[in-house]
């Protein structure tokens, strides 16, 4: 399995990854996700909250799109202890993109681990207890980065994080130019 990811995120990297390019409701992948962890998070004893508009669509890969959703809410669920909270709610910024916000009350980041957090192996020191490889969030953003969007954290230590998925409503086709010498 961890051999897999590490293909796939090289593959995405490189540009290599074949994206099976449809149309993308993410009003229900993101409502599909919550309902899917939501009793992880029911026996956690966490409150989980699903925010969505009623339709918002963009061109992508669906099982791609539901990766970077899972492993972003499982790690929420994973680092917020028990009577904590998590937020996952869908917007549109400027007709052009749509936000995924995947907000906790967990442990936080360290400020000097934020820069790291997309490295693959890389685990926090709290979070070497958890069960996981590090290479998830590099995944995550490897995959939002194949569809031209991307990742971004905040985080505070003791009060939690949010991560926000960007990724464009239509993505524009990448063309290999080939130069020869005249």
């Keep these: 399995d961890m051999i897999n990811t590490m293909l796939m995120i090289t593959k995405a990297e490189s540009g290599l990854h074949q994206l ?9 992948v993101v409502r599909d996700a919550c309902e899917l962890l ?6 956690k004893g966490l409150n989980l909250t699903c925010e969505t508009p009623e ?8 099982r791609m799109v539901q990766r970077i959703l899972s492993n972003l809410l499982d790690n929420a669920i994973k680092y917020t202890p028990s009577g904590g909270a998590v937020k996952v709610s869908l917007s549109e910024e400027d007709g052009r993109k749509a936000l995924v916000t995947v907000q906790d009350t967990g442990m936080g980041i360290p400020p000097e ?11 926090c020191d709290h979070s070497r207890s958890q069960p996981g490889t590090g290479l998830g969030l590099s ?4 995959l939002a980065r194949a569809h031209q969007g991307d990742i971004t954290v905040s985080s505070a230590l003791g009060q939690g994080s949010t991560f926000t998925l960007t990724l464009p409503k239509t993505r524009t086709l990448q063309t290999a130019v080939n130069h020869t010498n005249a």
């Design 20 to 28: 099976d390019e449809q149309k993308v409701d993410m009003d229900r």
């Design 38 to 43: 939501a009793p992880l998070a029911e026996d």
């Design 55 to 62: 339709t918002l669509s963009l061109r992508g890969d669906p």
């Design 113 to 123: 681990d934020l820069p790291h957090v997309f490295e693959r192996f890389f685990r």
């Design 139 to 142: 995944l995550a953003r490897a």
